[in-house]
């Protein structure tokens, strides 16, 4: 024990007296979760849009007063003909054309019906439909305030309620995304390179010939992360609580558990790959490349897993980051409790006894 | 001249002594291109339904019918408690909740009005507003189908009627791998990139054989350009490899000219090379270098626009879009590829990027020192 105990220090004093790898430590997840926790949103709006308007009337001018003052759309271009809409949208300026034929307003009167034609930039497909969707459901509300105020006979009323998050805030689906991402990345990474290092700079060869076991040289290099990892989901927490205005809704303990289990199995994680690789620019390339993509695409804040094919549904349930993700939004926004994450639990549990047992019989004693 | 042709063999000797990460650089983007992709895929379908029918009523479960038969919505619950329902929401087996309250047909017919409750998941708020919209049209056509069954409409348009049609230009197929395929075909050449420029000059620092070099009459400008140019070789290898790719799985052929693309690539590369060898010099281990590059390339990447949309964001952060080589070359890629955009129509970023390669690598070889 006592000889486990100075190897923890000494992993502690290699920790500690890199004051620079410390500050970024540090520092790192606290600026990400803010720059993330503001900038990063699926919502789509102040889009640049362009009006092509061939009728000029009373009608087209209300219809795209009420388009510019909505949040979703800016209008940045006045387009003349329909020869310049091609070139406008080559250059990027653009993300959908509104087109109103000539004599919008007289044929909406006399006939009672009109065409508008939405040109969206389907590029980006998400947007497009958005964007659609959006300047659709505007030109329809103008529509109905244009008809007679009589109530329709055989309504139905639909009232909706919007649950856990009525304001519809991005920040409620990106933050617990952003704590997997960046509590995933840091710790694997600092681990990664830790056992590596050793080998690289020659150090291996006095831990090799002392008689300590590997399964202490390996969770001897884990205590320091995780205690400055336990610092990381604190202030994170701290700033999603008060800086970005996500609630704890569930318990706190509880919480706080689930980020601890969810860290050893990343520092675990990264003690594979430090254990596998050979020199320290293979495990930072596996513990980056390999992990930061699968992490961002794969943990389901991004893109729904339920839209991926089978085989890479499969996949993604052997990035811990995914259970992670449900663990947080469940305990954290919709304020349940272990009853409804304890198979997710189970799961990260399970993960890093694997990530842990694979490690120690990885771990070379001998020098080649 | 004869110097620098000695450094390269050296560097490129190094690169290609070390298989281990040869074999990273080429296989790790190859798998990600073909693996990705077919992962990124945001349109909102399959929503999982719940509904709570208190009516049982003829037209509550024509309803229910109508709304699983739509290809937006899983009908997953079907119950007459409330409370069931939330259960379901909490547990995420449904997203959405729609209740049939008691009486919802007899109110219809015979009050002229009936009322419906929906209640969705909002975590996240795209999902929870694309889905209202999309249950309450389904719930409009039910009511104008129930409109017809009790009472004549008029032949002609009674009322005006806009009608809407949308185009979508470009990608007519809304297919996400277009979109995704040239963004992340950028991030890992910049990884590749960044990451391994700025590993390599600190490595020597490290080991200590920068040492050997600073002692010798090699001048700054051909030390760095030394640790350059193959980097900047590996990134068009990889940028060709990845292109070759896209046009066999994916079907993509740019529709803009492969010399825009690769002009563009050139000057991009140049600038991204720059960012890896400024942080070379400014740090000590290779680790810190890895995480100070990892940290600027999460920026940097994440904010690109790859993922979400730069409009949607708050402006401080467009405003840092501006300063984001990586933003530049996403959306040239997306404007030569898919809108077959011209040189002419890309002046502005290619003229911005090659400002950041000058003022960076100025930066780099400026901030080396030879003495220690």
Redesign the interface.
Known sequence: MKQFLYFIRKEFYHLLR?R??LF??FG?PV??II??G???????????IAILDNSKDEATTTIIHQLEASRYF?IVENLNSYSELEPT????VI?MAVVFPEQFQSS??H????????????????????L??Y???I??D??NS???TKA???????????????Q???S??FVPGVMAMILM?VGA?MTS?SIV?ETELGTMEVILVSPIVPIRVILAKMVPYLLLSMVNIVSILLISVYILEVPINGSLTLLLFECLLFTLTALALGLLISSI??????A???S???L???T???SGF???I????IP?QL??NLIPAKWFY?IV??VM??G?GLE?VWKETLVLVGMLIVLLTISIKKFKVRLE | MRTLKILLEKEFRQIFRNPAILRLIFIMPIIQLLVLPLAADYEVRDINIAVVDQDHSSYSRKLTDKISASKYFNLVVYTNSYNEAIREVEKDNADVVLQIPSFFEKNLVKEDGAQLFMALNAINGVKANLGGVYLRSIINDFNGEVRLEWMQLPRFNPQPMIKISSINWFNPLLNYQFFMVPGILVILVTMVGAFLAALNIVKEKEIGTIEQINVTPIRKHQFILGKLIPFWVLGLVILSIGLLLARIFYGIIPEGSFLTVYLFAVVYLLAVLGLGLLISTYTETQQQAMLISFFVMMVFILLGGLYTSIDSMPMWAQIFTKFNPVTYFIEVMRMVVLKGSSLYDIRHHLLIVTGFGIFLNTWAVINYKKRS
Do not use: C, H
């Open positions: 890199d620079r790898t970024i430590l790192m600026m990400q720059i993330f503001f900038a990063l949103t699926n919502e789509v709006k102040n889009s640049r800016d949208f080559q250059e990027g993300r909406l009167l006939t009672n019906a009109a065409p508008i034609q939405l040109i969206a930039d389907a590029t980006d497909p998400n947007v497009a439909n958005t659609t969707s300047a659709s459901a030109i329809m103008y529509q244009m008809r007679e329709f006979p055989y309504a139905i009323n639909t009232e909706l309620r919007m649950l856990y998050n009525p519809l805030k991005g409620y689906n990345l990474m390179i290092r690789s050979n020199s320290q620019q293979v930072m390339l596996i980056l490349m390999g930061f993509l699968p961002v695409m794969f991004m893109f729904p339920e839209n991926m094919p890479l996949l993604s449900y939004k469940d926004i919709k349940t409804t």
